[in-house]
């Protein structure tokens, strides 16, 4: 009802419609929402999703023409941002150049919750900035490009942030002068002291109007100057060419075929039902077409100059009858009257024009507007803000008027406006159940926004995100899940675009169980060992827990296969894979802090256990050397430091697992090192022909040097043999309990390790008691081949029950060869003298 310019306290900005229309129903708690409400924010920008097409190439030609045409392009552009334009330039469609994610993180870091508005002041800044810089792209890339549909949603989302600093700064208003307002009425005779009362003490309809003025000043901004551009309509002059007809046919007394209004006064065409020339008719359904677009932007004032410039300043005064009646001079000194005394009358007129079908539709709009008609008004609406508009202003408008009547001083003429009209009980609520019920296939959810099929568009996101990081902070009670969804949907965007640098920040946004899993997930995908390090700083800083999500880290990569602990007698070793390497690599996330030197033993001991199982000896290893030779003196340091007590159990058997490892490691490398040298024995040269004095001379000097080779490899072969013997029988005789067994059984339960490392001793322990074997009997060491039994069948180690029947009874089969080499050497099965 009332333009911007004119309403009373206008640009007091007060409370958000937010926090009074209810909750947000995008993001609230349900239980405070209404089923079916809509967000009284975010949805005035929903026609980016008419139809659910998300498409970037369709953003800008869906609900407006745009403005950027013939526009000179050098107004754009400030010194500070013409080198990113040029540079963006020099692409002809950049899509999605000129991103806000760093901007928008340090903007959301600098400013506190204590600096709501500077916040809201830069975030709107940010975006004014983007759309200039790409304001010069999108004249050469085309209205159809990418980068017009990430221009268009940028403005879009300026547009918004205006809404929300707008809003919010009426509730902080509100706050400051909630000690001195009152509920009270003072008596007046003036309509305008009513209606600012009124503006003063209730919330929905001075925030409804902000929602008004809003949706004008974004319609203002699309129309820019064209009214000064307009160079078809009469000067002066109005219906100039039924004029110049009318005058023809005075002259000449002739009669024309077609007939045409006699009289020229505002209402000939509808009083005679006779048109005008065809000319006219042209113009002045232009004329009404631009005047409502003017009346859309709020620019009553200026819709009012043009009529006149145009010859129908009759057509002015109609649009000036809507304003409020005020006498001054009843408490102060002489002063012009205000408004309009009969202004009943003329909304009545006004209402009785809207209903006229005869009329242009853009004339019945225009008086619709002025008369809280809003059938007419919907009928030319073209886009999802022009609908709102319509509602709020048609809101404000009955509003008021039952304000007026409460107070009496309505007039009489209101009564002849239609019943509906007058005991209409309009709400926000209502007003958003009938932009609901219009069937624009407008997607009002965030949560519908993420399940859309196509991906949403980076900066949608962005903005989704910051948003409900606002409301967070402002204290309303917001739906978890859907915050939730959104910033997991935001952090995913930002690993994929690898923005390395932001995730920590909005992934700390999230439940603590959640935020774990998500930055766990997202360092799975650094593979830059140079940037490791930083990632876990920027989630130290922002108060993630690091503990957690490198443990977390690497549980999941080592348990990404489904390696069995099972028997494998006859499993050869196998070459690393690449999935190896990712779980060798992995262990580096629990090393940059010594703190986690406990962790990090118990994981590489879990790592290594699979690879032992399937005899990947050289990944084992490669696990092994990452893990620091400090560790365990660390783990004791860090516990002794402030304990007097042993150290946690669970502590105690990772360090005694690692040192099995370890022998295990060590054994295996001593085999590998003994097989190598057994299998490189000198050649004995073949003699040659000895039917001249150097030939044999040549022979005696190959077989010295062959007998001192064999000496040589000999000694290192029998070195080798003992070391290897050694490292194995620490394995098998490992102290304090065997080997793959804990010493405190006092820690958490844990079925699975304890299955892995009885499967491991089952596994091992024969693969090595067949190895030594085969070393001793390959040295012609029989005698001690067969000590093996004793130690196998003791019942303090225990040995035997590791073995499976098919292992023993090799196991005995390889004894027996061992004891018939003994009986060929002329000695007893068990190697010792026979006795005569």
């Known amino acids: 009802m009332f333009p911007s310019s004119n309403l009373p306290g206008a640009g007091k900005l007060r409370y958000p419609l937010a926090a009074l229309a209810a909750p947000v129903s995008l993001l609230c708690d349900s239980e405070n929402t209404k089923a079916g409400?809509?967000?009284?924010?975010?949805?005035?920008?929903?026609?980016?999703?008419?139809?659910?097409?998300?498409?970037?190439?369709?953003?800008?030609?869906?609900?407006?023409?745009?403005?950027?045409?013939?526009?000179?392009?050098?107004?754009?552009?400030?010194?500070?941002?013409?080198?990113?334009?040029?540079?963006?330039?020099?692409?002809?469609?950049?899509?999605?150049?000129?991103?806000?994610?760093p901007e928008f993180l340090a903007s959301l870091v600098k400013h506190s919750s204590s600096a709501v508005f500077e916040l809201l002041d830069e975030y709107q800044t940010l975006c004014q900035e983007k759309v200039d810089v790409l304001q010069s792209v999108v004249l050469r890339a085309g209205q159809n490009s990418k980068t017009a549909g990430v221009h268009w949603l940028l403005q879009q989302e300026n547009c918004t942030w205006r809404l929300i600093t707008s809003l919010y700064r009426d509730r902080v208003q509100l706050a400051l002068e909630d000690d001195i307002m009152t509920d009270m009425v003072v008596p007046s005779e003036s309509e305008k002291v009513v209606v600012e009362q009124l503006f003063q003490r209730d919330a929905v309809i001075r925030q409804s109007?902000?929602?008004?003025?809003?949706?004008?000043?974004?319609a203002k901004d699309k129309i820019g100057d064209f009214s000064d551009n307009i160079e078809y309509y009469a000067k002066n002059?109005?219906?100039?060419?039924?004029?110049?007809?009318l005058k023809l046919r005075r002259k000449s007394g002739t009669a024309f075929t077609v007939p045409l209004v006699t009289e020229l006064d505002p209402d000939a065409p509808f009083r005679q039902q006779r048109p005008l020339a065809d000319l006219d008719r042209e113009d002045d359904a232009r004329l009404l077409k631009n005047l409502f677009s003017l009346i859309r932007a709020g620019m009553t004032e200026e819709a009012q100059r043009l009529c006149k410039r145009c010859g129908q300043a009759w057509r002015a005064a109609t649009l000036e009858g809507w304003k409020l009646y005020h006498d001054p001079n009843r408490t102060s000194e002489l002063q012009p009257i205000e408004g309009n005394p009969q202004r009943g009358i003329w909304k009545a007129c006004c209402w009785r024009m809207a209903e006229e079908e005869q009329l242009n539709r853009y004339e019945r709009a225009i008086y619709s507007s002025l008369s809280g008609n809003l059938k007419p008004l919907l009928a030319v609406c073209e886009s999802w803000e022009d609908c709102v508009w319509a509602h709020f202003k048609v809101m404000v408008d009955s509003l008021v008027e039952k304000e007026l009547m409460s107070s009496g001083m309505a007039h009489q003429e209101m009564d002849t406006l239609p019943r509906e009209y007058l005991e209409a009980n309009w709400t926000m609520e209502k007003v958003f159940e009938e932009l609901q019920a219009l069937e624009?296939?407008?997607k009002l959810e965030f949560s519908d926004w993420l399940t859309t099929s196509k991906p949403l568009p980076s900066h949608l996101l962005r903005f989704m995100t910051h948003l409900l990081l606002f409301f967070r902070s402002l204290?309303?009670?917001?739906?978890?899940?859907?915050?939730v969804d959104v910033l997991k949907a935001y952090v995913s965007l930002l690993v994929r675009d690898q923005q390395t640098d932001l995730v920590a920040r909005y992934v700390s946004q999230l439940p603590p169980e959640v935020a774990t899993v998500e930055y766990a997930a997202f360092l799975e995908t650094v593979n830059q060992p140079e940037i490791r390090p930083r990632c876990l700083q920027l989630a130290t800083d922002a108060g993630l827990d690091v503990a957690a999500i490198t443990k977390l880290v690497v549980e999941t990569v080592r348990e990404r296969d489904e390696t069995e602990f099972t028997h494998h007698s006859q499993t050869l070793e196998m070459g690393t894979t690449k999935e190896d390497l990712r779980k060798i690599d992995v262990i580096d996330w629990l090393l940059f802090d010594p703190a986690h030197r406990a962790e990090s033993l118990k994981q590489s001991n879990a790592i290594m256990r699979k690879f032992l199982a399937v005899q990947k000896h050289d990944a084992a290893k490669a696990v092994f050397s990452k893990v620091p030779e400090d560790s365990m003196r660390e783990i004791y340091c860090q516990w002794s430091g402030g304990q007097t007590t042993s150290l946690p159990a669970e502590d105690e058997n990772a360090i005694r697992e690692h040192l099995c490892i370890r022998a295990y490691l060590e054994a295996h490398e001593a085999f590998t090192d003994w097989f190598n040298h057994s299998s490189s024995a000198p050649q004995k040269p073949a003699p040659a022909p000895e039917a001249k004095f150097t030939e044999r001379v040549a022979n005696e000097m190959r077989e010295k040097e062959y007998q001192a080779s064999l000496s040589?490899?000999?000694?290192?072969?029998?070195?080798?043999?003992?070391?290897?013997?050694?490292?194995?029988?620490?394995v098998l005789l490992f102290v304090d309990g065997g080997w793959m067994i804990d010493n405190r059984q006092d820690s958490e339960p844990d079925s699975e390790r304890r299955h892995q490392m009885a499967a491991l001793r089952s596994l091992c322990l024969p693969r090595l008691t067949f190895l030594l074997l085969s070393v001793l009997q390959n040295s012609s060491r029989h005698q001690e081949a067969l000590r093996l039994a004793d130690i196998i069948s003791s019942d303090q180690h225990r040995l035997y029950q590791v073995f499976s029947k098919e292992e023993l009874r090799r196991f005995l089969l390889k004894l027996r060869e061992s004891s018939l080499a003994l009986l060929d050497r002329g000695l007893d099965p068990l190697g010792y003298e026979l006795q005569t």
Request: include cysteine.
């Open 475 to 483: 204290g309303l009670a917001l739906k978890e899940e859907v915050c």
């Open 712 to 730: 040589a490899w000999s000694c290192r072969l029998d070195v080798l043999t003992e070391d290897v013997k050694e490292r194995i029988y620490n």
């Open 209 to 218: 109007q902000l929602v008004v003025d809003w949706l004008e000043s974004i």
């Open 237 to 245: 002059v109005c219906w100039e060419n039924t004029l110049h007809s």
């Open 37 to 101: 409400a809509v967000c009284p924010v975010c949805p005035l920008r929903a026609n980016v999703f008419q139809d659910g097409n998300l498409d970037d190439s369709d953003w800008t030609n869906s609900m407006y023409i745009s403005p950027v045409s013939g526009m000179d392009n050098s107004s754009f552009f400030s010194d500070d941002t013409a080198n990113l334009s040029s540079a963006l330039l020099k692409e002809d469609d950049p899509g999605e150049a000129g991103d806000l994610f």
């Open 440 to 442: 624009l296939k407008v």
